[in-house]
T-cell receptor
Framework: GAVVSQHPSRVICKSGTSVKIECRSL??????MFWYRQFPKKSLMLMAT?????????EQGVEKDKFLINHASLTLSTLTVTSAHPEDSSFYICSFLERGGSETQYFGPGTRLLVL | GNSVTQMEGPVTLSEEAFLTINCTYTATGYPSLFWYVQYPGEGLQLLLK?????DKGSNKGFEATYRKETTSFHLEKGSVQVSDSAVYFCALANSGGYQKVTFGTGTKLQVIP
């Protein structure tokens, strides 16, 4: 199947700093990608959807100025958590929707963020 | 809105036991249904899917049938292995648009030798 990578896999930062998470599709191009947040023992919560070349669409309750998404190309997207606080500590997962109309999303391995 | 309800875990089974993880959904229209699996330390992987009523998705010995009359998509496997230990997510997506997926809360499966 398709491969999606995320970097870093784990990051610890101080409160008030910004953290950037990269998401890459390694063997396919995608016009649409998604960022999710996963809480312990909870399901994935969709944060935002972005289409290459346009601004991201954020879900209700997600602050767009805090979670900056840049869909730089058909194979790269970044999520920047700005001025991180302990409550932002979570597991962040990206996914790409394969170009060609498939309904299948391919997920990255996730990034564990811990804000001290 | 759309929602997915799946049985709470964890589910602990002995190797070669029969597995059923229940999943029911609420959705408008005719959604596609999915099962994703998340192995420890890894991202979600698509396990199987079904796009219309009465379709059966299958992969790696796992099966699930799209039952519109009961709005269910239960996951089954006849004989589980230790390597099947993971968290399983039931999900749905409406066709069209940008394929927004709604996930269940996940069910952790632990298979013991």
């Amino acid at each position: 199947g398709a491969v999606v990578s995320q970097h870093p896999s784990r990051v610890i930062c101080k409160s008030g700093t910004s953290v950037k998470i990269e998401c890459r599709s390694l063997d396919f191009q995608a016009t649409t990608m998604f960022w999710y947040r996963q809480f312990p023992k909870k399901s994935l919560m969709l944060m935002a959807t972005s289409n290459e070349g346009s601004k991201a669409t954020y879900e209700q309750g997600v602050e767009k100025d805090k979670f900056l998404i840049n869909h730089a190309s058909l194979t790269l997207s970044t999520l920047t958590v700005t001025s991180a606080h302990p409550e932002d500590s979570s597991f962040y997962i990206c996914s790409f929707l394969e170009r060609g109309g498939s309904e299948t999303q391919y997920f990255g391995p996730g990034t564990r963020l811990l804000v001290l | 809105g759309n929602s997915v309800t799946q049985m709470e875990g964890p589910v602990t089974l002995s190797e070669e036991a029969f597995l059923t993880i229940n999943c029911t959904y609420t959705a408008t229209g005719y959604p596609s249904l999915f099962w994703y699996v998340q192995y420890p330390g890894e991202g979600l992987q698509l396990l199987l899917k079904a796009t219309k009523a009465d379709d059966k998705g299958s992969n790696k010995g796992f099966e699930a049938t799209y039952r519109k009359e009961t709005t269910s998509f239960h996951l089954e496997k006849g004989s589980v292995q230790v390597s099947d230990s993971a968290v399983y997510f039931c999900a749905l997506a409406n066709s069209g648009g940008y394929q927004k997926v709604t996930f269940g809360t996940g069910t952790k499966l632990q298979v013991i030798p």
